[in-house]
């Protein structure tokens, strides 16, 4: 399992026009499902994620985690972070989880998410455009 973890002033998702999740401060999850995960390697992202210090102290130093802060979590489906780019021009998606297996592992990290801080989700497996004020910037790529 693997996700892009950005530090947001704010972000939503949208389908279709219509907001189907927002937040304010907090972290933009963008997360990738591999046909070999399963629901205790969801758990330890998730735990990783909440405990992860990305955000400021008093001294400007990266020692806060988003709970700390009172932030909430962005949680979005993105299967193209599993993609293979080693070889050509074209990614390969042959490690992705199945669409039943990552709908599956998508909805157990939200719930469980949803369980320890405000969480906010975008729709597995439809179109969504999502928008962001990165803060920082801060990003990283954090894999079980």
């Known amino acids: 399992m693997k996700a892009l973890i950005q530090r947001v002033k704010h972000a939503k998702v949208e389908v279709s026009d219509e907001v189907t999740g927002q937040i304010d401060q907090g972290i933009l999850i963008l997360l990738g499902v591999e046909k070999t995960d ?15 210090r990305i955000f400021n102290d008093e001294d400007g130093k990266m020692n806060l985690n988003v709970n700390q802060v009172g932030g909430s979590l962005l949680v979005v ?3 193209t972070l599993v993609a293979d780019t080693q070889k050509g021009t074209r990614p390969g998606f042959s490690k992705g989880a199945s669409p ?5 592992l998508y909805d157990h990290f939200c719930r469980q998410s949803a369980k320890e801080i405000h969480t906010q989700t ?17 990003t990283f790529w954090l894999e079980v």
């Open 38 to 52: 399963t629901p205790e390697l969801a758990d330890k992202l998730l735990q990783k994620i909440l405990k992860y």
């Open 77 to 79: 489906s993105q299967f």
């Open 100 to 104: 039943q297996l990552g709908g599956e």
């Open 122 to 138: 975008g729709r597995f497996g439809a179109d969504m455009q999502v928008s962001l004020l990165n803060d920082g910037p801060v």
